[in-house]
């Protein structure tokens, strides 16, 4: 069994926490959001019809749903910041491939790896939370993820569009990539490392 400190809410190193996982749940759901306006992009970019083109959404979500159980299970184990801090960097990874990808299928390839990262990030966000805060500001803190889903759907699209006007699809990926580092430095030092209790 694994155990971290309680983390008051108010103080600077809630506050840290919360960013991390915040911004973390942001970009994994702003990708899913954005996907859809860059299809058009990404059909013309790589010369694919509408049918190949749709496997950009079904690799990450596949992935996604796949990775889950096993990322949940190594936070158990080996403790939720290692485990959060991979998945970060699987995500940032997965978006450098897409936005370098000569062929489609180095998107794809891309989007798997990303949704492998996508798996981990928001249940282990979510078991930080359980983890690291006090009862009473758990279920808070747990409608505040919840609400960063539901904001990166409401931006993403018109974001997509900003970006694929003044730039080009490219963009949307790499954009992740500072946010990614942002995240893995300011989570290295705010997640909290948990100890073992009892026995295994």
Known sequence: LMSSASIPA????YRRLMTVLFIGVFMAALDTAIIAPAIPALREAFQIDNRRVGLVMIAFILASLSSTAPLASLGDR???RPVYLISISLFALGSLIIALAPTFWAVVAGRVIQGMGGGGIIPTASAVIADALPPKERGRALGLIGATYGMAFVLGPPLAGVVMVTLSWHWIFLANLPIAAYVLFLG???L?????SGAL
């Open 10 to 13: 108010g103080t600077p190193a």
């Open 78 to 80: 080996y403790g939720r």
């Open 188 to 190: 290295a030092r705010a």
């Open 192 to 196: 909290p490392v948990q100890t073992r």
